[in-house]
Structures are given as C-alpha cells and as structure tokens.
C-alpha cells in the first residue's frame, strides 16, 4: 500500500512534496499554495509536469483523497489549517514551530484528539546526522552525565523576509525567538529533557523594522540538575549555524547540523600530563533531512503509533519559547508549563 500526501506551502513545502515522490511508500496526489501562481521562488515547471492536482484552497486539499497531508504554510496559519486537516480525517504532518502559542497549540492538540489520527511535528533538527550522532555518543555514556548544553540558532533574516514580507508583518508580529529559534529550542529539550524554568533578555538593534526583537539569550534549568543556554538571532551578521555544546561529567561534544564532522574529547584519552584534545568523527551533512521526517512518520504509520515528535513535542518546545518570552518582558525567570 502507498500512503497518498498532500502539502500545503510549497515555498517550505517543496523538501516534503518531493521526498514524497522519492518515497517507495508515498505518492504525491495534490498539492496548494496560495501564490502558486505568483511566486517566482516555486518551481512552478516541477509541479505541473507531476501527475499531481494543483488545488487553489485548503479545502479543497482537504478534499482529495490523501491520507498524510503535510502542512508547511507560515506559522500563524498552523493551527486553522491542521485542524482543517484532521477534521477531514487525515494524518497530519505540520512544519515547525507547531504555532504562535501554546493556547493555540492547545486546539491542535483537541482536534488530534478527537480525530484519532496521527500527528508529527516536523521538527528536523532531530534528523540531522551530526545531532543524532552526538546524541547517540551521549547516551551510550561517552561524556558521562549531562552538566551543561548550549546551542545556537544564528541566521539573518535581512533577505529571508518571506513571500510578501510575512515574517515581519506588524500584524503577525512573528516572534524570531520561537519561529527561527524553535530548532534550538527543540534541540535542547531533545537531549536534556524539558526545561523547568528559564531566565532571557532580548534586543532589537539588528532588523529594526521588524516588529519584534532579533537577538536574545535564555538560560534554563533542566532535570537532574542539568543547566543550559540557547542564543538566537535572526539579525546577526555571520554565516548561518547551529553549533551546539554538549559538556559532561567525562567529556565534551561539539557538533552541528552543516559540518562534515563532530568532534568528542573524552576523559579516557588523555595522556599523562592531563592534556585532552578532541577527536573528529565524520558524518553526513543533512541540515534538512525532510526524507528520513517523512521515513519515520510513515513507518509509525504502519506500526500504527504515533511518531516521537508528536502534537505533544511540538507544543512543549512552543511553551519553552513563551517562557523565555515571558522573562524578557519580566524581567525575572518563569516557569516553563508542565503540560
């Protein structure tokens, strides 16, 4: 049996539309975009030489015959769309961040519910080679316990503005520290667990015309008194990364999601003297690796259980961000929502 899909959002959506096509297990049956027709950046000549529908409303995707539809539409129009989509009775796959708000993560999560039907967050930083590699190397006990992670989302967004400038529409008011920061964020509580509380400033001194601050910082707590830091800006002038920091009882790992390579110091290695360096181990660069998402999801499919980036993980990482939001206006740590 091939699963059919059906994306929403062909400027982020193209990554998914094509693996399902690649997808020995999928077939790609429809897809829309509002601007199909007016956005230069899709490729247009792609879709239309696909044995593939060309829909011109969600409702009409709603409509067709997928099971899997794939939304990867802007933020805020997440959770009209992914409701949408499960009351259709469709399995749903929604692009990061999950939503604005954990409030508005809460109606997904409803309507997850009452459909019955299975649900991913696309958060594919957890696909990432260089990631899953530091992970696995920390688990199997390479760097002893967990003391202190950090990782970074820097990219400028000066060019990334979106189609029509929607990333920083005044009336959005897209937050950078959830909507590019997410990854980090998600990143973090992958490998430590779910942060108990948070401490934040942010600033506004890059993208000035943006409605809402560029740069920030947080500080958390997570269990087992494991404490962590995650930087984001989408302002800075640097190239884009994701480096992230994994320091332990026994060693440290540094990795992220565009090198060739991670590097691991281990207490075990050092010579007589103490000195400590670090070795380098390969691995593949995929920053994107939409395919293996896809992979998973079809696979929990078939096993008929839910995805481990479920409706859950995308809304605990949104609720991490509304913290740190929180503490930039206050002034002082907030809690992170148990949910």
């Known amino acids: 049996m091939k699963y059919k899909v059906a994306v929403a959002g062909l400027r982020m959506g193209d990554a998914w539309a094509r693996s399902a096509v690649e997808n020995p297990d999928t077939e790609l049956v429809a897809c829309y975009d ?158 430590a667990g779910d942060p108990i509380e948070v401490f934040s400033y942010m600033n506004h001194k890059i993208l000035t015309d943006w409605p809402t601050c560029d740069t920030g910082v947080a500080v958390a707590k997570f269990p087992n008194d494991v404490i962590g830091r995650i930087f984001v800006s989408t302002g800075i002038k640097r190239p884009y990364t994701m480096r992230t920091v994994l320091y332990g009882t026994r060693g440290t790992i540094i990795c992220d999601n565009t090198s060739p390579s991670i590097q691991i110091a281990e207490k075990e290695l050092e010579d007589a003297t103490g000195k400590l360096d670090f070795n380098t181990i390969p691995v593949n660069i995929a920053s994107h690796n939409v395919a293996s998402e896809l992979k998973d999801f079809v696979d929990a499919l078939k096993e008929n259980r839910q995805c481990p980036t479920d409706v859950w993980q995308g809304t605990r990482t949104v609720a991490f961000a509304e913290a740190a939001l929180r503490s930039a206006r206050s002034g002082k740590p907030e809690k992170v929502d148990v949910l």
């Not at 508005?104 to 957890?126: L, P, Y």
């Not at 503005?161 to 008011?173: L, T, V, Y």
């Open 34 to 191: 509002k601007y199909f027709d007016e956005n230069p950046r899709l490729d247009q000549k792609y879709y239309r030489g696909l044995d593939t529908k060309i829909v011109n409303s969600m409702e009409e995707l709603c409509a067709t015959d997928a099971d899997i539809i794939i939304v990867a539409t802007p933020d805020h129009v997440h959770v009209e769309q992914c409701v949408m989509a499960l009351e259709a009775g469709k399995h749903v796959i929604c692009e990061k961040p999950l939503a604005p708000t954990v409030a508005d993560c809460r109606k997904i999560i409803d309507a997850v519910n009452k459909s019955g039907k299975f649900f991913m967050t696309g958060q594919v930083c957890r696909y990432a080679p260089g990631f899953r590699a530091a992970k696995k190397l920390y688990e199997s006990g390479r760097i002893g316990d967990l003391v202190y992670i950090e990782s970074e989302y820097a990219h400028d967004y000066d060019k990334a503005r979106g189609f029509k400038n929607w990333r920083m529409d005044p009336e959005i008011k897209r937050e950078g520290f959830l909507g590019g920061g997410c990854h980090a964020l998600d990143l973090v509580r992958w490998i």
